[in-house]
């Protein structure tokens, strides 16, 4: 089992700062990609950021320039640094990791809980 953990979500003020964070742990073998999603009410979950085990990040453009997305040294675990933040960024966010588990083979996609993150106008 792969286990998926969010962290770091709250309410702030618009132009204000949040940090989630999202931890892999179980049977992994090796992680491929660790990416970042939300979903607001009433809309499709849509993809935030991507940061692959290559060292590759991207950004939906409506985050660009204010949200970065960071791994740490053992690469199991994803930041989301969210500065600027404004109302439409009110959603649940979510991470997703494909990973190839150590005990079956292929590679699967696993996703967190989500964290609620509030900005208020």
């Known amino acids: 089992q792969v286990q998926v953990v969010e962290s770091g979500g709250g309410l702030v003020q618009a132009g204000g700062s949040l940090r989630l964070s999202c931890a892999a742990s179980?049977?992994?073998?090796?992680?491929?990609?660790m990416d970042w999603y939300r979903q607001a009410p009433g809309k499709q979950r849509e993809l935030v950021a991507i940061?692959?085990?290559?060292?590759?990040?991207r950004y939906a453009d409506s985050v660009k320039g204010r949200f970065t997305v960071s791994r740490d040294n053992a690469k199991t675990t994803v930041y989301l640094q969210m500065n600027d933040l404004k109302p439409d960024d009110t959603a649940v966010y979510y991470c997703?990791?494909?990973?190839?588990?150590?005990?079956?083979?292929?590679?699967?996609?696993?996703w967190g809980q989500g964290t609620q993150v509030t900005v208020s106008s």
């Open positions: 997703s990791v494909t990973a190839q588990p150590a005990l079956r083979l292929g590679t699967f996609h696993y």
């Open positions: 179980g049977d992994i073998f090796r992680i491929n990609a």
């Open positions: 940061s692959t085990d290559g060292g590759i990040t």
